[in-house]
C-alpha cells in the first residue's frame, strides 16, 4: 500500500470508525431521542391500551428502556433497547397493519436510537456520569472526574443515515410526476382540501416550483451535511426545510428527529465548547 | 476537514481502546453498517425488491393517490342540475386527519368511483337528479390522470347488490 493510500485509510479511519471526541452531543441527542420516542408511542402502548401479552412485554420493555435512556442509566444498553423496542413496533406495525407504525419516521427512530447506542452518550447528562463521578471521588489520588468523552463511531454512521435519506428521497422524486408538481398537489389535496391553506392549491405554478426546490435542496443536503465547511449553510438550510416539512404538513415526529440527529453532523469538542460558554465556563473544555 | 481542529485530532492512540471493542472489529462493523444504510435502499428503489427492513426513502410518495380532483355532476336527462366536490359528494368539510392509506373511499380502480359516490347516488333525488357523473383527474404514483365517468348510480346500486348478495352467502356457509 502506497503511502497516500496509507493516509487516506487513516483518514477514514480516524473519521468514522476511530472517531471519538466530547459526549455532549450524544448525550443531547439521547434525551431527545427519548423524548421523542416517549411522545410517539407512550400513548398508543400504554399498559391501558394493550389487547396481548407480547404488546404487554414489548410496551413493558419500551418504557423500561426509554426511561434508562433519558435519566442515562445503562446508556448504551438503553439506547439500543429503545431502538430494538421501536423496531419491533415498526414492523408489528407492518404485520397487523396499525396506522403510523410502519412509517419511515419510526424507522429513523429506531435506527438512530441503536447507532446512538454505538456511542459512549453516557459520559455526559447522566445516571452513568454521576455513577462514574462517585467512584472517581472515593479514589482520593484521583484529581480529575471522568471525562466526557468516548468513542463516536454511532454518530458518523447517523450521519450518514441522513445524507442516505436525503439522497434515496431525491432519488424517488426524480421523475416528471414530481418534478410537475403533481405530486406534491396530490399531497396538498389530500392534506389542505377544505382547510385553511386550500387557496395553495390554486398555484399549481408554485407547487411546481416548490417541489424542483425541495429535489435539489435534498440532493445538495445528502452531500453537503458530510462536508464540515460547507455547514454553514447547509445545516440552517436543512433546518429550514424540515421546519416547513412540520408546519406544512402531518409528519408525526420526523422532522423533530432529523432535527436533532442535526447534533451529529457538528464537531463534538465545538459543541462540548459552546455548552462551556454559555454555562460561563472557561474557554478550555474539560474533555481533553 | 483539512485546517480544522476536530476532537479526533486530540487523541492519537487512544481511538484503538475506546468503545470496548478490537479495532478490526469496529472498522468491520463500520463497514458493514454503512454500507447497508447507503445501498439498502436500492434494493426497493432501484431493483424492485421490497422487504420492511430494507427501508426505501419514499416518504409522502403514496399521499394523494387514488384522491380525485374535479366535479361529480348529478344529471337530470341532459341537464346538470348540481356540481358537487369530490368533498361535497362525501359530505366531508375535508379529509380526515387519519393516515391517508386508511382512506376507504381511495379510488385506485375505475370500480372505485361508485363507492366514491354511493353518498351522493343515495341523496341525488333530493337535486331533483337521475343519474351520477365524474369529470376531472384521479391522484396516482404517476402524477394526475384523467378520469371521465358516467352512470355512477348504476355501478354503485350493482357494487350494493354483489356486497349483500356476498355476505348472504356467508351467512349460509
Not at chain 2, 468503545?19 to 447507503?38: D, N, Q
Request: with cysteine; proline share 3%; net charge neutral.
Amino acid at each position: 500500500m502506497s503511502n497516500e493510500m496509507r493516509r487516506l485509510a487513516a483518514r477514514l479511519d480516524a473519521w468514522g470508525p476511530s472517531f471519538t471526541g466530547s459526549t455532549r452531543a450524544a448525550a443531547l441527542m439521547r434525551i431527545a431521542l427519548a423524548t421523542i420516542a416517549i411522545s410517539r408511542f407512550g400513548g398508543e402502548i400504554g399498559f391501558h391500551q394493550v389487547e396481548n401479552p407480547f404488546v404487554l412485554l414489548l410496551s413493558g420493555m419500551f418504557f423500561l428502556f426509554v426511561a434508562m435512556m433519558f435519566i442515562g442509566y445503562l446508556s448504551r444498553l438503553a439506547c439500543f433497547g429503545t431502538g430494538v423496542s421501536v423496531l419491533v413496533l415498526y414492523i408489528a406495525g407492518a404485520v397487523t397493519q396499525t396506522p403510523g407504525w410502519a412509517h419511515h419516521h419510526v424507522y429513523l427512530l429506531a435506527i438512530a436510537c441503536i447507532l446512538l447506542g454505538l456511542t459512549a452518550c453516557g459520559r455526559s447528562y447522566s445516571i452513568d456520569r454521576l455513577r462514574a463521578l462517585n467512584v472517581a471521588q472515593r479514589v482520593p489520588a484521583t484529581h480529575e472526574g471522568p471525562r466526557e468523552y468516548g468513542a463516536l463511531w454511532g454518530q458518523r454512521l447517523i450521519a450518514l443515515q441522513l445524507s442516505a435519506m436525503y439522497f434515496w428521497t431525491a432519488i424517488d422524486k426524480t421523475d416528471r410526476a414530481f418534478l410537475s408538481g403533481e405530486r406534491l398537489e396530490q399531497t396538498f389535496v389530500w392534506t389542505y382540501s377544505g382547510r385553511a391553506l386550500e387557496f395553495v392549491l390554486a398555484y399549481p405554478g408554485l407547487i411546481a416550483a416548490l417541489a424542483i426546490m425541495v429535489v435539489i435542496v435534498e440532493y445538495a443536503l445528502a452531500v453537503a451535511i458530510l462536508v464540515p465547511r460547507w455547514h454553514i449553510w447547509a445545516l440552517p438550510l436543512g433546518l429550514a426545510l424540515h421546519a416547513g416539512f412540520y408546519l406544512m404538513l402531518p409528519v408525526h415526529t420526523y422532522s423533530a428527529t432529523a432535527m436533532v440527529l442535526y447534533l451529529a453532523l457538528l464537531d463534538p469538542a465545538r459543541v462540548h465548547n459552546f455548552i462551556d460558554r454559555i454555562q460561563g465556563h472557561g474557554r478550555v473544555a474539560h474533555h481533553l | 476537514m483539512r485546517g480544522e481542529t476536530t476532537s479526533a485530532d486530540d487523541i492519537d492512540g487512544t481511538a484503538s481502546r475506546l468503545g470496548g471493542l478490537p479495532v478490526l472489529a469496529r472498522r468491520f462493523g463500520f463497514g458493514l453498517i454503512a454500507l447497508f444504510i447507503l445501498l439498502a435502499p436500492a434494493a426497493g428503489q432501484v431493483f424492485g425488491v421490497h422487504h420492511l427492513l430494507l427501508r426505501e426513502w419514499v416518504m409522502y410518495s403514496g399521499v394523494g393517490v387514488g384522491i380525485p380532483q374535479g366535479e361529480f355532476l348529478i344529471w337530470r336527462d341532459d341537464t346538470v342540475v348540481a356540481r358537487l366536490s369530490p368533498l361535497d359528494a362525501l359530505d366531508l368539510p375535508a379529509y380526515p386527519r387519519v393516515i391517508h392509506y386508511t382512506f376507504e373511499h381511495r379510488i385506485l380502480s375505475n370500480e372505485d368511483f361508485a363507492g366514491f359516490a354511493t353518498r351522493l347516488c343515495a341523496e341525488r333525488d333530493t337535486y331533483g337528479g337521475d343519474r351520477v357523473s365524474f369529470e376531472g383527474v384521479i391522484g396516482t404514483r404517476e402524477g394526475w390522470q384523467a378520469a371521465s365517468q358516467d352512470n355512477l348510480c348504476e355501478r354503485s346500486l350493482r357494487r350494493a347488490a354483489a356486497s349483500r348478495s356476498g355476505e348472504e352467502m356467508r351467512g349460509v356457509e
